[in-house]
């Protein structure tokens, strides 16, 4: 039996906004794989809405050789692959795969905080997968943090540093003054040796699905996390739920390869039907035997709960219909529905990724629900339909804005009544101040209103949402302005609007 060593995975776990991505940031700077070809990489923090976590994100680095590692020294430098999870309640789940599928785990306490519910959730999550802990003590740049008073916190949910006499090693950190980074690349590096990361050929390949979309031109998309083998271009791959042949692999940073190794995360294309998030992936040498396997299978898939959809829903009870980009997404948000869901308000009726579709309307029109779009495209035809079939069709970029919308809903008592106005072209764009802005347009249909609330549309695509602030007609304020006329707006908006955009007036 021939055995070799793996490089580690490290799942990067804490509360929300306690510098978790931002961290990883700053190793992907100081690593040397860090930054494809041409240039620096766009920051994480940058890509996400809002500027927090919402998904899984996997990453490979390449630390440069230390002579505190011996092995590193040897070798010339050490793979690492992070993977990094959303910090906020709803994303529970995620973080726990994470943890069931690294190797090591970075526990980031923000100095200036301490201790947080997720914080503990991460502990005991690492804790039943078995895996080593490494502290990482962030935003150590700010005045008045107290070290002393967060390591005894970490103490009472059994988490002992070292200067305190405890075994679990503690990195002060500052992605800000770039501070600690380095010496916490070598502590994974030197808990990596310590662990048992070997790999057997003769096992095969394998490892664990950790993410999954739906793209409108390449279909199912799928992320796995290989544990054992190279995966390659026409593989045949199967879990207890999916099965497909390989057409297309990517690595971390979307660029084309043609195989994977031990692990290192690689987006696949090819699947037949989706697999789950957390199923374990295998390569068969048929799709028939794949398929065979998926018979014998145990595995119990995690699913969101969906009511039955044959009948209306009752006067106090709201169907939801829910979209969204990713399953880890859609996951999420169905914890959001169910922590609100105290009286029984909402019922969640269906539950898939991808974006909004013309049957994803009809369905909520025959189960008289509501549709909440996260990260998803929303076509203007789609959107029409929507109008069309008097459907509520509402698109969300943060996971915050969704419980939010629910608790509103939830106080209103009943469904807000949307009219739509009107719709003007925009024919000019004079000037820019914060979140308000100039404009001049023709009303297309009906009316523009002042006081209105209105949607952008670019190209079919929503964009944004605002309100009229003041209408002119001749340089005089004008009420409204009526089709065929031309007006000057004053808008409120944080979308940069652009000539040639339409607004969609509606009044509730």
């Given at each position: 039996?021939?055995?070799?060593?793996?490089?580690?995975?490290?799942?990067?776990l804490?509360?929300v906004?306690?510098?978790?991505?931002t961290?990883l940031?700053?190793?992907?700077?100081?690593a040397a794989?860090?930054?494809?070809?041409?240039?620096?990489?766009?920051?994480v923090?940058?890509?996400?809405?809002?500027?927090?976590?919402?998904?899984?994100?996997?990453?490979?680095?390449?630390?440069?050789a230390?002579p505190?590692?011996?092995e590193?020294?040897?070798?010339?430098?050490?793979?690492?692959?992070?993977?990094?999870?959303p910090?906020?309640?709803?994303?529970s789940?995620?973080?726990?795969?994470?943890?069931q599928?690294?190797?090591i785990?970075?526990?980031?306490?923000?100095s200036?905080e301490g201790?947080?519910?997720?914080?503990?959730?991460?502990i005991?999550?690492?804790?039943?997968?078995g895996?080593?802990?490494i502290?990482?003590?962030?935003?150590?740049?700010?005045?008045?943090?107290d070290?002393?008073?967060v390591?005894?916190?970490?103490?009472k949910?059994g988490?002992?540093?070292?200067?305190?006499?405890g075994q679990v090693?503690c990195?002060?950190t500052?992605?800000?003054?770039?501070?600690?980074?380095?010496?916490?690349?070598?502590?994974i590096?030197?808990?990596?040796?310590?662990?048992?990361?070997?790999?057997?050929?003769?096992?095969g390949?394998?490892?664990?699905?950790i993410?999954?979309?739906?793209?409108?031109?390449?279909?199912?998309?799928?992320?796995?996390?290989?544990?054992?083998?190279?995966?390659?271009?026409?593989?045949?791959?199967?879990?207890?739920s999916?099965?497909?042949?390989?057409?297309?692999?990517e690595?971390?940073?979307?660029?084309?390869?043609?195989?994977?190794?031990?692990?290192?995360?690689?987006?696949?294309?090819?699947?037949?039907?989706?697999?789950?998030?957390?199923?374990?992936?295998?390569?068969f040498p048929?799709?028939?035997?794949?398929?065979?396997?998926?018979?014998?299978?145990?595995?119990?898939?995690?699913?969101?709960?969906?009511?039955?959809?044959?009948q209306?829903?009752?006067?106090?009870?709201?169907?939801?219909?829910?979209?969204?980009?990713?399953?880890?997404?859609?996951?999420?948000i169905?914890?959001?529905?169910?922590?609100?869901?105290?009286?029984?308000?909402?019922?969640?009726?269906?539950?898939?990724v991808?974006?909004?579709?013309?049957?994803?309307?009809?369905?909520?029109?025959?189960?008289k629900?509501?549709?909440?779009?996260?990260?998803?495209?929303?076509?203007?035809?789609?959107?029409?339909?929507?109008?069309?079939?008097?459907?509520?069709?509402e698109?969300?970029?943060?996971?915050?804005?969704?419980?939010?919308?629910?608790?509103?809903?939830?106080?209103?008592?009943?469904?807000?009544?949307?009219?739509?106005?009107g719709?003007?072209?925009?024919?000019?764009?004079?000037s820019?101040?914060?979140?308000?802005?100039?404009?001049?347009?023709?009303?297309?249909?009906?009316?523009?209103?002042?006081?209105?609330?209105?949607?952008v549309?670019?190209?079919?695509?929503?964009?944004?949402?605002?309100?009229?602030?003041?209408?002119?007609?001749?340089?005089k304020?004008?009420?409204?302005?009526?089709?065929?006329?031309?007006?000057?707006l004053?808008?409120?908006?944080?979308?940069g609007?652009?000539e040639g955009?339409?607004?969609?007036f509606?009044?509730?």
């Amino acid at each position: 039996m021939t055995t070799l060593k793996r490089p580690p995975v490290v799942v990067v776990l804490g509360h929300v906004d306690h510098g978790k991505t931002t961290l990883l940031d700053y190793i992907r700077k100081v690593a040397a794989r860090a930054a494809p070809e041409g240039g620096e990489p766009r920051s994480v923090a940058e890509r996400e809405s809002g500027g927090i976590t919402q998904h899984i994100g996997a990453y490979v680095v390449e630390v440069p050789a230390e002579p505190k590692s011996a092995e590193a020294s040897r070798e010339g430098g050490r793979t690492i692959t992070f993977l990094d999870t959303p910090g906020h309640e709803a994303f529970s789940a995620m973080r726990s795969r994470g943890a069931q599928v690294a190797d090591i785990g970075i526990l980031v306490v923000a100095s200036d905080e301490g201790v947080k519910p997720q914080t503990k959730e991460a502990i005991v999550q690492a804790q039943a997968a078995g895996i080593p802990l490494i502290v990482s003590i962030s935003k150590t740049d700010k005045p008045g943090t107290d070290l002393a008073k967060v390591k005894n916190e970490l103490a009472k949910e059994g988490v002992i540093v070292e200067s305190m006499g405890g075994q679990v090693p503690c990195v002060e950190t500052s992605a800000f003054a770039k501070k600690g980074i380095r010496e916490l690349l070598e502590m994974i590096i030197l808990v990596s040796e310590l662990q048992d990361l070997s790999l057997h050929e003769d096992h095969g390949t394998r490892g664990h699905v950790i993410e999954v979309s739906q793209d409108a031109k390449q279909g199912i998309r799928v992320t796995l996390l290989l544990k054992e083998g190279t995966l390659r271009l026409g593989n045949v791959v199967g879990t207890p739920s999916g099965v497909g042949k390989l057409k297309m692999l990517e690595d971390f940073a979307g660029n084309r390869i043609e195989e994977a190794g031990p692990s290192f995360p690689a987006l696949a294309i090819g699947f037949e039907s989706s697999p789950f998030i957390g199923e374990e992936f295998r390569v068969f040498p048929s799709v028939e035997e794949a398929r065979e396997h998926m018979k014998e299978s145990s595995f119990v898939p995690p699913r969101v709960p969906v009511a039955e959809s044959g009948q209306a829903p009752e006067e106090s009870t709201m169907h939801l219909v829910l979209k969204a980009d990713v399953a880890g997404s859609l996951e999420a948000i169905s914890q959001i529905v169910d922590s609100v869901n105290n009286e029984g308000k909402f019922k969640i009726v269906k539950a898939d990724v991808g974006d909004v579709t013309e049957g994803d309307v009809k369905f909520a029109r025959d189960t008289k629900a509501r549709i909440l779009a996260f990260r998803v495209k929303i076509p203007s035809g789609i959107a029409r339909v929507a109008e069309r079939e008097k459907i509520s069709l509402e698109r969300f970029e943060i996971i915050y804005d969704i419980a939010e919308r629910l608790h509103k809903i939830i106080e209103e008592g009943k469904e807000p009544v949307v009219q739509e106005l009107g719709l003007l072209r925009v024919l000019a764009t004079f000037s820019t101040e914060r979140d308000r802005q100039v404009i001049g347009g023709r009303v297309i249909t009906g009316m523009a209103k002042k006081g209105a609330a209105f949607e952008v549309m670019r190209e079919e695509q929503l964009m944004g949402k605002g309100k009229v602030m003041n209408l002119q007609r001749s340089k005089k304020d004008m009420p409204s302005v009526s089709k065929g006329e031309e007006a000057g707006l004053m808008v409120q908006t944080d979308i940069g609007i652009q000539e040639g955009d339409y607004l969609k007036f509606f009044a509730s």
